[in-house]
């Protein structure tokens, strides 16, 4: 054995308080890393009808809805996009959006927490929905004023490629307006603003603003302006139409997936204007046409028709 951990030893057995203290530190810890592991294996047992629901979904080119994982329809599909995940996180950061965090015991824990007090938390997880078979890969969120209103995104890659050759990602983008309890499970959860176009519109300005948005196109999602209710019992309206949303083809940080806290996106948004030299001119066009009809007080682009 080691002499550091001979010396130690005999340390604590000449401690017993400390020994205690150690061994108590110890059996928490396991006793946290058992109740993890099957909390993990409980939540994946209770989202195998909607992973199951989900990987039946056949739509051309992506499906219309999420799948909530009592395999109920979710939220409403409103965006299709091209890029790496890097390429779509570095534009969301630069967009002053978080990577939300995983859903465990202290995420979970602190959410709820901060839900009763209304403070902030940026990273805040979101509950799962699914498509393809699984639950989204990437979700990314620009916090309110308290944990109970923020915006997010949840992105999927349907494992399909564009004319580029990068992965397209379906995506659906809903406005969190308050906490409430399920009107399907009665579980704490948060309720979506109705406006599901307002909230597109919003994703669209803000990453179109960063420089990084290339192309933009629709297609017809439900191919009519529709009005629906997803899994929570959340009603809204949309005129359904997707965004087509191309990423510019640049590199991306290593880390661009990790931008978890004020300070990361913070850093992101500082970088951004130095980084533009390796933008195409079509992202800066249309970034400098965006500014230009905000400061004219025009709304920002719509889908046609609208």
Do not use: C
């Not at 939220?75 to 390429?87: K, M």
């Amino acid at each position: 054995m080691p002499a550091f951990l001979t010396n130690l030893w005999r340390f604590l057995q000449t401690n017993p308080l400390v020994l205690a203290v150690v061994i108590l530190v110890v059996v928490l810890l396991l006793a946290f890393a058992v109740h993890v592991a099957f909390s993990y294996r409980t939540l994946r047992r209770a989202s195998k009808p909607g992973r199951e629901a989900s990987a039946r979904l056949v739509s051309v080119p992506l499906p219309l809805t999420t799948v909530n994982r009592k395999g109920k329809e979710g939220d409403p599909v409103n965006f299709e996009f091209t890029g790496t995940s890097g390429q779509i996180a570095t534009a969301f950061a630069a967009a002053g959006w978080f990577r939300a965090d995983e859903i465990d015991l202290v995420t979970s824990t602190r959410i709820s927490v901060d839900s009763i007090l209304g403070r902030k938390y940026s990273t805040a997880p979101v509950s799962n929905l699914y498509l393809f078979g699984h639950k989204e890969d990437l979700a990314f969120e620009r916090p309110g004023p308290s944990v109970r209103q923020r915006d997010h995104i949840r992105l999927w890659d349907a494992k399909q490629a564009a004319v580029d050759g990068r992965p397209i990602w379906a995506a659906a983008a809903t406005k969190d307006m308050k906490v409430e309890l399920s009107k399907t499970t009665h579980l704490p959860t948060h309720g979506i603003g109705p406006d599901l176009d307002a909230e597109r519109a919003q994703v669209i300005a803000e990453l179109t603003d960063t420089g990084f948005v290339v192309n933009l196109g629709w297609r017809p999602g439900f191919g009519k302006p529709t009005r629906g209710v997803n899994g929570g019992g959340d009603p809204y309206f949309t005129d359904g139409q997707v965004a087509i949303v191309t990423i510019a083809d640049v590199w991306a940080p290593p880390l661009a997936t990790q931008v978890r806290s004020s300070l990361g996106a913070a850093i992101y948004k500082r970088l951004a204007p130095l980084a533009r030299w390796r933008l195409p001119e079509e992202g800066l066009r249309r970034m400098r046409e965006a500014r230009a009809r905000r400061a004219q007080g025009q709304p920002p682009v719509q889908p046609p028709g609208a």
